[in-house]
Nanobody
Framework: QAQLVESGGGLVQPGGSLRLSCAAS????????MTWVRQAPGKGLEWVSD????????YYSDSVKGRFTISRDNAKNTLYLQMDNLKPEDTAVYYC???????WGQGTQVTVSS
């Protein structure tokens, strides 16, 4: 069955960078749009970014536009989220998912704090 496994989270200082990865298996990764969402402590889910099947089309929420970059490597069945100039309000659990589906990863914690 379809499986998604995130990695790359951690503790970083404001202004720092992290790169999240999402390893996909059990489905044809290149056939699907992919999504990153996040959930901050005590808050609801927030859409972060989407990427189309080939990787040439990317979409971002206003809160991360210009700081985050979504990408994918279809040969490696892996989705990425490069996060630069991180802010404390980016602190959240980050999840990758197949767009429009209920297939989610387990999440990876990102904490931005000095």
């Amino acid at each position: 069955q379809a499986q998604l496994v995130e990695s790359g989270g951690g503790l970083v200082q404001p202004g720092g960078s992290l790169r999240l990865s999402c390893a996909a298996s059990g489905f044809t990764f290149s056939n699907y749009y992919m999504t990153w969402v996040r959930q901050a402590p005590g808050k609801g889910l927030e859409w972060v970014s989407d990427i189309n099947k080939g990787g040439g089309g990317t979409y971002y929420s206003d809160s991360v536009k210009g700081r985050f970059t979504i990408s994918r490597d279809n040969a490696k069945n892996t989705l990425y989220l490069q996060m630069d100039n991180l802010k404390p309000e980016d602190t959240a659990v980050y999840y990758c998912k197949i767009a429009g589906s209920n297939v989610w990863g387990q999440g990876t914690q990102v904490t931005v704090s000095s």
